[in-house]
């Protein structure tokens, strides 16, 4: 839960809803480069290619809910992601360690809390998912490029 708030918060568009499960937004990080948005409840289906990563969000009311989501990205995607708990009433209700537990996290997924609604929260949570994206990147693939001067 907290998806479209989530990508209405970061968005600089509206978010688009197609085929009623899925937004799209939109950030331009500079003229030539331009980050796509996606929140859905199906990361499995078709369309996703090229992800660089997922943030998946967390209810902590209804964790039980991420399970499916998570067994998905733990098991049957390369795609990094990170779990954010969305604090919906202000309170997580756990302890993070509780909840790590809870969702049998394995011990290289980063683990947070955000605001859907508050946009620089969830800029945040988007600048720990890209950290992530780039170290497991690193790990994999060799020291990443140097960069010149
Ligand atoms: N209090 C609170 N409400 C939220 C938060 N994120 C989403 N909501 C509310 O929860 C409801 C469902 O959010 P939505 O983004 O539509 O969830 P989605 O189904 O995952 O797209 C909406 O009424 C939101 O206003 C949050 O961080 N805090
Ligand atoms: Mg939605």
Redesign the pocket.
Known sequence: ?????FVGSVSETEPITVETTTDVGRISLHQDVVLYLF?TSDPSQAGFAGTLGAVVLVDPRRVEDAFATINYFENSSEVPFIVAI????GELHHELDELREALALGPGVPLTTC???DSESAVYTLQKLVAHTMNVGGSDHGSPPEVPG
């Not at 839960?1 to 708030?5: A, E, L």
């Not at 969305?86 to 009433?89: G, H, L, P, R, T």
Request: charged share 40%; hydrophobic share 25%.
């Open positions: 839960m907290g998806k479209t708030t929140g969305n604090k919906f009433d605001d859907a609604r």
